[in-house]
């Protein structure tokens, strides 16, 4: 299996910046896919930004221009630089990686944006 730990939340004013980590262990090798997902209370969980199977990046239009997804394979980690945050940015952030058919999930990590 794999196990999805992220960091890096936490409480910041409008406009300013945060930068998530997710580490990934356990069966890390051939992970198809990886990347960010989040979620707020009553809603569904979206994509915000991932490296697909054969490598490309993927935005949500929300975040575009604003966030930057990188990793480093090396050290089986995967980041989100979040800058020009906004309210609407507040959400529980997983980490969400794929192997095979299968999906897995960190336990996610509170970000919180006030105006």
């Known amino acids: 299996q794999v196990q999805l730990v992220e960091s890096g939340g936490g409480l910041v004013q409008a406009g300013g910046s945060l930068r998530l980590s997710c580490a990934a262990s356990g069966s890390t090798f051939s992970i198809n896919a990886i990347g960010w997902y989040r979620q707020t209370p009553g809603k569904q969980r979206e994509l915000v930004a991932d490296?697909?199977?054969?490598?490309?990046?993927n935005y949500a239009d929300s975040v575009k221009g604003r966030f930057t997804i990188s990793r480093d394979n090396a050290k089986n980690t995967v980041s989100l630089q979040m800058n020009s945050l906004k309210p609407e940015d507040t959400a529980v952030y997983y980490c969400r990686a794929v192997r095979g058919s299968r999906w897995y999930w960190g336990q996610g990590t509170q970000v919180t944006v006030s105006s």
């Open positions: 490296f697909s199977s054969g490598g490309s990046t």
